[in-house]
C-alpha cells in the first residue's frame, strides 16, 4: 500500500535506510568493541572500529547531516501542495543517491564517493527549489 505523495515515499523509504545504516554501524561497533563496551556506560572511547566499520559509521553520520534538511524540504512542498516533476526527481535522487552512498563509501571509491553525495545534495536542491521557493 502506498500512501501520499512520492516525494513523501521517498521520505518514508529515506527515514528506513537510515534505520539500516544504524544497525549496521552498531553491528560494526558491537563487532569491534564488544557487547560489554556497548551496554556500558561508554566512559572510553572504546576499540577502533577498523577501515570498513569506521566508513560505515562516517556514511551513517553523513546521512544524519542531509537527512533532516531533506525532511524539511519534502514537507515544506507537501504544506505548499507543491508536487512537480522536478520535486518527484530531486526526491528520488536523494534517496538513491543515499542508498549507493553507504556501499560506495564502505568500499572507499573516493571519487565516485563525492559524486554520489553530489547527486543527493542536488536531489534536496531540486525540492527546495521548486517545493519552497516556488520556482
Known amino acids: 500500500m502506498q500512501f501520499g ?7 518514508a523509504a529515506s527515514a528506513a535506510l537510515g ?4 544497525v549496521l ?5 558491537v563487532g569491534a568493541r564488544g557487547m560489554p563496551w556497548a551496554l556500558g556506560p561508554r566512559d572510553t572511547a572504546g576499540a577502533p572500529l577498523g577501515t570498513t566499520g569506521g566508513r560505515v559509521e562516517r556514511a551513517f553520520k553523513n546521512f544524519l547531516e542531509t537527512f533532516p534538511i531533506f525532511a ?3 514537507l515544506i512542498a507537501t504544506a505548499l501542495d507543491r508536487h512537480t516533476a522536478m520535486t518527484v526527481l530531486g526526491a ?3 534517496f538513491w543517491a543515499r542508498v549507493a552512498f553507504v556501499p560506495v563509501y564502505a568500499l572507499g571509491i573516493p571519487v565516485l564517493r563525492t559524486l554520489v553525495w553530489t ?6 536542491l531540486l525540492v527546495l527549489q521548486v517545493g519552497w521557493l516556488g520556482m
Open 5 to 11: 505523495s512520492i516525494e513523501l515515499q521517498m521520505l
Open 19 to 22: 534505520l539500516v545504516q544504524l
Open 25 to 29: 554501524a552498531v553491528m560494526f561497533s
Open 72 to 74: 524539511v524540504a519534502v
Open 92 to 94: 528520488q535522487l536523494y
Open 119 to 124: 547527486a543527493a545534495l542536488v536531489g534536496i
